[in-house]
């Protein structure tokens, strides 16, 4: 069996209040994008559920998954397709129970295998290692390094997801070192030509 193509992985802004929706629109339709993450922070969750119903809309009108960051509540509140989960965010097997069997889970895993073996173990449908590269949409407590990609795309079935400071120009290492998906935030919501450059150039490097 082949490995499917790399795939692209958006993470929204912190802020995806006033036009953010438009941006995410033209970001969907310039090619194809496998899931879009809301992260956002510090804001009720009934503050949260409102800004998620125009991007859960459009990410439906356009099949892409729509994942909610660390909260298995807010997740399951606006019935999203799945949630991404920090170390301190919650066990997978917790939002297996809450969300159901469809729902996607993913769980950050920083450089380390075993966290990674142990989210699987706990459910998981896919793990996420970085930052591979400096960036400035968080701050960076663990770099990751290229071998791990190998090593787990060698080795494991389980989708692996590359984050952290990865653009058009840099991407390339992760994609050959077997990463399933590249997540990207701000080398496309920050793009100078604007999100929907950004994702062709990305789509470029994957197809």
């Known amino acids: 069996m082949t490995k499917p193509n790399c795939q692209l992985y958006l993470i929204s802004p912190l802020d995806v209040s006033g036009d953010f929706p438009v941006h995410l629109e033209e970001a969907l339709s310039a090619g194809p994008v496998a899931a ?49 989960l920090g170390q301190e965010d919650g066990d997978p097997s917790e939002a297996r129970r809450e969300l159901g069997v469809e729902a996607q889970i993913g769980v950050t895993c920083h450089n380390s295998r075993h966290l990674a073996m142990e989210a699987v173990e706990a459910g998981a449908d896919y793990v996420a290692f970085g930052a591979f590269y400096p960036t400035t949409t968080k701050e960076v407590k663990h770099l990751a390094e290229i071998e791990t990609l190998e090593m787990w795309s060698q080795f494991i079935e389980v989708p692996c997801v590359a984050i952290g400071g990865i653009t058009p120009d840099n991407a390339k290492p992760l994609i050959d070192a077997g990463a399933d998906f590249l997540a990207v935030s701000g080398a496309v919501w920050n793009c100078p030509d604007g999100p929907a450059a950004a994702v062709k150039a990305f789509n470029a490097l994957l197809a």
Do not use: T
């Open 36 to 84: 879009f993450q809301m992260r956002v922070k510090g804001i009720d969750q009934h503050e949260a559920a409102r800004l998620a119903e125009p991007l859960q809309a459009i990410c439906a009108r356009h099949d892409v998954a729509f994942i909610v960051n660390d909260s298995i509540a807010l997740a399951k509140r606006v019935k999203a397709d799945g949630v991404h």
